[in-house]
């Protein structure tokens, strides 16, 4: 499977402890993206890498959260602290730059749960 | 960033065709309007993308009138499978974030 994956698929945590998520994009994608989701509403964008540069963050990033894309491959999301305001489904989406589309492919994404 | 207004859900049975209308009146010169599909337990698929006019995929079709106010999804004879959540978007090739909204959820009974 030459998709974007995500691991771990579901994750469960007590609230204060800190989290931390992979995404692997699809190899020759420069752009990666992650989104946060909750229960019944549209993914919400957090932050963008073009290769391992992070060009944009979202305010929904707040000072608990912190993304890394070392040498423009992998990523990592992490939350420190967790609370139960984090509980969501987190995606990571990637995409080729120059493409003259908005086609970003998501992975299956990271469940969760802050108790 | 453009507002986009959609129904919250619709239903269907298996081999009708499906139009999902997405109104966008504050759309922008720059703008395309793009669609996702998303299965429960899954990350969005991209389904089609257009500026004007009609688009037509092996998937869907894409209506766009010349105000381009609103958008009109088009699946033609849907299955069982085509159960999902419909994002209309719309925004500037250059943003590279995408601005989803609540959806449309579609339920296609046998």
Known sequence: DTGVSQNPRHKITKRGQNVTFRCDPISEHNRLYWYRQTLGQGPEFLTYFQNEAQLEKSRLLSDRFSAERPKGSFSTLEIQRTEQG?????????????????EQYFGPGTRLTVT | LAKTTQPISMDSYEGQEVNITCSHNNIATNDYITWYQQF????????????????????????IPADRKSSTLSLPRVSLSDTAVYYCLVGDMGRRALTFGSGTRLQVQP
Request: positive net charge; contains cysteine.
């Open chain 2, 40 to 63: 429960p337990s899954q990350g969005p698929r991209f389904i089609i993308q257009g500026y004007k006019t009609k688009v037509t995929n092996e998937v869907a079709s894409l209506f």
């Open chain 1, 86 to 102: 984090d509980s969501a489904m987190y995606l990571c989406a990637s995409s080729l730059g120059g493409s003259p589309t908005y």
